[in-house]
């Protein structure tokens, strides 16, 4: 089976086609959605105490511009550089749940403020996972039953009520991000699944003409230097008539190892479509380039495909066009190693050209 040839690119986390997990790209939303949310909360809550219309602790005031600078940095960060997620979406975690705490301990006679526990521990479980959820509902139940307060403020039996609902709260989250994390998995392996069958041969398993196309473009875009070699079985039809279609594919799946070998970790070998097949080979010198087609050359030439008690043998021809220093886009090389191809055939086959 073919490797992917598209890096692991986290700057791509916005497109549906980087190599960035569904989880991954999740996350990255939902951090950048909390962070702006809690970014404007803050912001309302101090203007209001600064208008003053709420009155509350000089050190409650503090933590309120202190967590509207930090969503504004994170917010910036997460932007600019989307590999920092994982990072961000603890910070940001950090940060809520230090502002919830520290108004919880110092605004008694706002009894509601309990309520706050409860989307911070579902905004950890949303943009952090399993871990990050459990240790803040860990941390508010500690604080609940730790902080001594004023009972006529929140009674024994109202932190019990709250703790219990904290728990249930928090379980149920667990299961859900456990469930979510699982549907999101088995829709990621579906979608590339889907997305190897688009790309590949089916009978041959190389890498089919749309992948060779989206593997073009990627190296125009940076400008990285390749050599296309289109190879086609010399008189396959022959063969096909002689021996069957079964036999055919038998040479096709033998041909296509050979490509394969030959391509190695530099290279992408691609079947485009019947016995022609093509072979991209990115920035490798053009002596090189030349002497590994003459190997695969003399490789398929030496094989010999055992089918019903006959010993087939074939051979290839190739023609071999360079990017460098050719001016032409990647539809104009590819052109240029078809007509060298052609022109291998014409000079007697099991050969190779080079494009003038």
């Keep these: 089976m073919p490797a992917d040839h598209r890096p692991f690119v986290w700057e791509d986390v916005r497109s549906q086609n980087s190599g960035v997990s569904e989880l991954a790209r999740f996350r990255y939303r939902s951090s950048r959605t909390i962070l702006l949310f809690c970014g404007l909360t803050n912001a309302f809550n101090l203007i209001v105490t600064l208008a003053g219309a709420w009155t509350v602790p000089l050190i409650v005031a503090c933590m309120t511009a202190f967590g509207l600078a930090s969503c504004l940095a994170l917010y910036v960060l997460i932007s600019k550089r989307p590999a920092t997620t994982p990072l961000v979406s603890w910070l940001t ?9 520290v108004t919880f301990v110092a605004v008694e006679e706002d009894q509601a403020r309990i309520a706050w526990f409860f989307p911070v521990v579902g905004a950890a479980f949303l943009i952090a996972g399993q871990r990050c959820g459990l240790i803040v509902t860990g941390v508010f139940l500690a604080a609940l039953l730790a902080v001594d307060l004023d009972p006529d403020t929140l009674s024994l039996a109202n932190r019990l009520t709250i703790g219990i609902a904290l728990l249930a709260a928090g379980g149920a989250l667990s299961v859900l991000d456990r469930k979510f994390r699982d549907v999101l998995g088995t829709l990621e392996q579906s979608r ?4 190897l069958q688009a790309s590949t041969d089916p009978l041959t398993g190389l890498w089919n003409r749309l992948a060779l196309r989206e593997r073009l473009d990627a190296l125009e875009n940076a400008g990285t230097p390749f050599a296309l070699i289109v190879c ?32 190695g970790e530099a290279g992408m070998a691609v079947r485009l479509g019947g016995e022609e097949f093509c072979l991209l080979l990115e920035n490798m010198p053009s002596q090189e380039v030349i002497e590994r087609v003459e190997t695969l050359r003399r490789l398929v030439e030496d094989a010999t495909i055992l089918f019903e008690g006959s010993a087939i043998r074939v051979t290839a021809s190739f023609g071999i066009a360079f990017s460098e220093g050719s001016g032409m886009n990647p539809d104009q090389i590819l052109k240029a190693a078809d007509d060298a191809l052609y022109a291998a055939k014409s000079g007697g086959r099991n050969r190779l050209q080079v494009a003038a």
């Excluded at 975690?93 to 705490?101: E, K, N």
């Design 192 to 195: 590339a699944q889907l997305r």
């Design 93 to 101: 975690i950090g940060v809520i749940m230090a502002q919830t705490l």
């Design 232 to 263: 086609d079985l010399d008189r396959f039809k022959r063969l096909n008539d002689r021996y069957g279609h079964l036999a055919g594919d038998r040479v096709l799946t033998a041909a296509a190892h050979c490509l394969q070998a030959c391509a």
